[in-house]
């Protein structure tokens, strides 16, 4: 068997190294290559879509030559509630199965927690060393993908479905990924409609002990609103690494936006959580009160404190913002969202509601899905709701705050 003839440290520093020079468009025959020194028939990289709808698959270089004149290429696309690779990709977990003698698996590609697409490996048999394998190919191909991605058009293009807005572009421009997290905490965001996204935005990075928070939403939903948000959250950013508290970045926030985008209001949260203690530290300015969840259900009331009016008037007559304070218990859920979400209606009228929002999120985390997964079937669930037809920018930020009972033990029962 190959595998024999080249151990696994082997092939994969080959990769790496192989990697730093590497086109966006050669992924696929990297890995491809790699895959067979490694024992396996086959490898493919399937990426999900900018919805989380479909699995599509990296294009070949002919295919991706195509993408980049034409906008557009015949790339093999599987659904991502129907499917075996979907479900790989939905659990987080190896999905096998045996087709025509030999077997192949799916394998999530993972950055940090944020899930990116999966990997498709076949080979005559995937016992445990061979998809131990397969497990290290798809954390470098993970790892190779993120490192391209802002280097070329070709994986942007592979993600989306349709031509984006140009506010939506700024916007997704300026946010991070849409997971990040430790063995403490996981903050997950999602944002409809994707590709004509206007006013809203959100920001979450850990820093040290702290993880900071941010949620935006600018008046309006044409390019000014955007603008609006990405302005916030640069101030937002370059108060947080010169070292600014909560209340600096919101002055900073309503300052810039008074000074270089005039009769633009924007509201927003902005908060800390401490991952070491729980303590949560939050302001908020004209936006829907947070929700905090726990053992399944909301606790009434416990994030909800007076509003400070929205930013963007820079009146000096009107006090600072007050810092808010709670202190989360393990398996903690703090639910951060725009009034497009609670504020979306059906066809009849029927608003969605806080209730069924945080009905939505309890169950299925009650299942044992990660946060990014709860989220996706969130905003299916509000697609649904409005018949596929967002009147208002959605926008959702869930914390989940998931102490280690022990340095050894690794994230409280529970927690994927």
């Known amino acids: 068997m190959a595998a024999q003839d080249a151990g696994l440290g082997e092939v994969l520093a080959d990769v790496l190294a192989a990697a ?12 491809q290559a790699a895959a067979v020194r490694l024992g396996l028939s086959r490898a493919s990289v399937y990426l999900a879509d900018l919805q989380q709808q479909h699995l599509v698959a990296l294009p070949t270089p002919a295919q991706a030559e195509l ?17 075996l690779a ?3 990709y939905r659990t987080e977990a190896v999905q096998t199965t045996e ?51 802002h280097q070329s058009d070709v994986l942007a293009q592979t993600m989306r479905t349709r031509p984006m807005t140009l506010q939506a ?3 997704w421009a300026f946010v991070p990924p849409r997971t990040i997290g430790t063995t403490e905490v996981t903050s997950a965001a999602a944002l409809e409609p994707a590709y004509e996204i206007g006013g809203d935005a959100f920001d979450h990075s850990l820093a040290g002990r702290r993880l900071h928070l941010t949620l935006l939403d600018a008046m309006g939903h044409d390019l000014a609103s955007g ?23 919101a002055e900073q926030i309503d300052r810039t936006l008074a000074r270089w985008i005039p009769d633009r209001l924007l509201t927003c949260v902005l908060a800390d959580l401490d991952i070491a203690t729980g303590r949560l530290d939050w302001i908020n300015c004209g936006h829907p009160a947070p929700l905090l969840l726990r053992a399944g259900r909301i606790v009434t009331g416990a994030l909800e404190r007076p509003a400070h009016l929205p930013l963007g008037l820079n009146d000096p007559g009107l006090p600072a913002p007050a810092v808010h304070t ?3 218990q393990p398996g903690d859920r703090v639910l951060m969202f725009t009034d497009g979400v609670t504020e979306a209606r059906s ?33 299916q669930q509000i697609l649904h709701h409005q018949d596929q037809r967002l009147r208002d920018d959605a926008t959702i930020l869930l914390t989940e705050w998931h102490p280690s009972r022990d340095p050894g033990q690794g994230p409280a029962r529970g927690v994927r």
Request: glycine fraction near 10%.
């Open 86 to 88: 979907g479900r790989a």
């Open 20 to 31: 730093h020079r590497l086109a966006p468009r050669e992924i696929p025959g990297l890995v």
């Open 347 to 379: 066809p009849d009228g029927e608003l969605f509601g806080e209730a069924r929002l945080a009905d939505t999120v309890a169950r299925a985390m009650a299942d044992g899905l990660p946060a990014p997964e709860a989220l996706r079937r969130l905003i």
């Open 67 to 83: 993408l980049v004149r034409s906008g557009s290429a015949a790339l093999e696309t599987l659904v991502v509630d129907t499917s």
């Open 326 to 328: 709670a202190r989360l």
């Open 169 to 171: 572009e700024l916007l």
């Open 99 to 149: 087709d025509g003698g030999a077997e192949s698996g799916w394998l999530p590609l993972v950055d940090g927690i944020e899930r990116l697409g999966v990997l498709k490996v076949s080979a005559p048999r995937l016992d445990p060393p061979a998809l131990a394998r397969c497990r290290a190919l798809a954390s470098l191909t993970a790892l190779i993908l993120v490192s391209k991605q």
């Open 227 to 249: 603008g609006c948000s990405a302005v916030a959250l640069s101030a937002c950013r370059s108060t947080r690494r010169a070292g600014g508290g909560l209340a600096d970045i």
